[in-house]
């Protein structure tokens, strides 16, 4: 299991100079990647969203590249056969017209073919910046895995703290019936009135209905049985979990509307608590 936040940085090195990338990933409901890169790079971006399909299923990615070239790169390089040509036909040029002048530089720089652009080879730039943002992903991905190992664990106990609650409505539910049958004929036995023993019997059954909550706690226990499994394998799982909180949350407030004690109220409102911290984490959960 993942978690869908974390942050991870690669470089890798070519004859060129260097790529870098950084990339912060939060939670989203699908798939989202902004890059920032420079515009030499753009035709990488292509290859970059490929690799992130592969490799992310859930998250927002905000992906920052940054490349650095060594000085020969960047530096002016002058073509010196092609500076002695311009010269020599400049002086050529002075000598026919007898008016020797200066040469400014300068202009010599800007004739065609004196400087030489350097050209770095595309196919090794697109090479060294997927090759980079790959090895990003994976950092990321590792940095994921940690932090959803801990989320696992934080749900896991969550889980067996509802096995708890429900356990405990279990246990108690009979006793709960018959504190609210014993309820019910000592207030009988305060009236002046004589009971009918058939209706009584009646509204015990009535009540017992109403107050069954064993439906309930077996689909409680089938979520967290679900919750468990998916929470054990590798597969992205947030979106069923978070469909599991809510069919958890309503199980709940089912409780709650059936209950006919406090200690019912109170296990109720103890489930949705764990719940609710529950989901909160699994927002994150890739």
């Not at 073509?79 to 400014?104: E, F, T, Y």
């Not at 590798?234 to 059936?258: C, H, I, Y």
Request: include cysteine.
């Amino acid at each position: 299991m993942r978690s869908m936040t974390a942050f991870a940085r690669a470089t890798v090195s070519a004859e060129w100079g260097s790529a870098t990338w950084e990339i912060r990933s939060v939670n989203s409901r699908y798939l989202e990647t902004h890059y920032r890169m420079p515009d030499i790079a753009r035709e990488s971006e292509m290859p970059c969203r490929a690799a992130a399909r592969k490799l992310v299923t859930r998250g927002k990615l905000d992906c920052n590249l940054q490349l650095q070239f060594n000085e020969a790169q960047q530096g002016v390089v002058v073509d010196d056969a092609a500076l002695a040509s311009w010269l020599a036909a400049a002086k050529k040029v002075a000598d026919a017209a007898g008016q020797a002048q200066p040469i400014d530089p300068m202009n010599v720089l800007t004739r065609p073919g004196v400087v030489v652009e350097q050209k770095i080879d595309r196919d090794s730039l697109q090479t060294v910046i997927v090759e980079a943002y790959t090895n990003t992903l994976n950092a990321l991905n590792d940095a994921r895995d940690i932090e959803g190992e801990a989320i696992k664990a934080m749900i896991a106990q969550r889980c067996d703290d509802i096995e708890s609650q429900v356990a405990d409505v279990r246990a108690n539910m009979p006793a709960i019936i018959e504190a609210h049958y014993q309820k019910m004929r000592d207030k009988l036995s305060t009236l002046a009135v004589e009971a009918d023993e058939g209706r009584v019997e009646q509204e015990m059954v009535m009540i017992a209905t109403k107050a069954d909550v064993d439906e309930e706690v077996d689909r409680i226990d089938a979520h967290l049985a679900e919750i468990r499994r998916r929470i054990g394998t590798r597969e992205p799982v947030g979106r069923r979990l978070d469909f599991l909180m809510q069919e958890l949350n309503r199980e709940a407030n089912t409780l709650g509307s059936k209950a006919v004690s406090l200690s019912s109220t109170n296990a109720s409102v103890e489930l949705k608590v764990l719940i609710e911290q529950m989901r909160e984490q699994i927002q994150n959960v890739e």
